[in-house]
T-cell receptor, first 113, second 118 residues
């Protein structure tokens, strides 16, 4: 059973600070990694994806991947109240010749004004 | 912009009823997925499809079936609804392979259907 683990939170961060969200995964064959944001009552929306070891930056968001340690993280700089949401980590591996995502249960982030 | 639509935002059904949830995407994506989302359990894959008339079981297919007669449409069927199927149901679609050849393509989600079975 492939697993994706996230701290459920809630994680509280002051406005303007850096929020750090972490995710570990069990399948070493995983190839692609995604971060989704989900506001309460809404569907998930993609923030970033990362395929290679290292950092990938997009605006205030940075995804970090370390395949040797099997973890992926998301940093949010200059946190805003609008960043308050649940963040889902998703991992894609190869399964019987097809690909599907395994999601973590999400980390609830609250930005405190 | 990718658009994934679901037939209903809210649905109330009675135990034993047959329930149809419809999902349509307009981006010519090969892959389509049905998930359910429950507090503390996250997103769980019910069924997915990589092509017309093709279906594969996900992690929790029991009590569900699917139909994909056209590329843009993927239906989830609850043959005999039960109270433990009360949940948020999310449809998603993605390309089979990205234009760059990268595997594991981004999934785009519909708005969700919140189903209550009484």
């Amino acid at each position: 059973q492939k697993e994706v683990e996230q701290n459920s939170g809630p994680l509280s961060v002051p406005e303007g600070a850096i929020a750090s969200l972490n995710c570990t995964y069990s399948d070493r064959g995983s190839q692609s990694f995604f971060w989704y944001r989900q506001y309460s009552g809404k569907s998930p929306e993609l923030i970033m994806f990362i395929y290679s070891n290292g950092d990938k930056e997009d605006g205030r968001f940075t995804a970090q991947l370390n395949k040797a340690s099997q973890y992926v993280s998301l940093l949010i700089r200059d946190s805003q109240p609008s960043d308050s949401a649940t963040y889902l980590c998703a991992v894609c591996g190869l399964d019987f010749g097809n690909e599907k995502l395994t999601f973590g249960t999400g980390t609830r982030l609250t930005i405190i004004p | 912009d990718v658009k994934v639509t679901q037939s209903s935002r809210y649905l109330v059904k009675r135990t034993g009823e047959k329930v149809f949830l419809e999902c349509v995407q307009d981006m010519d994506h090969e892959n389509m997925f049905w998930y359910r989302q429950d507090p503390g359990l996250g997103l769980r894959l019910i069924y997915f499809s990589y092509d017309v008339k093709m279906k594969e079981k996900g992690d929790i297919p029991e009590g569900y079936s699917v139909s994909r007669e056209k590329k843009e449409r993927f239906s989830l069927i609850l043959e005999s609804a039960s109270t433990n199927q009360t949940s948020m149901y999310l449809c998603a679609s993605s390309l089979l392979v990205s234009p760059s050849g990268t595997r594991g393509e981004t999934q785009y989600f519909g708005p969700g259907t919140r189903l209550l079975v009484l």
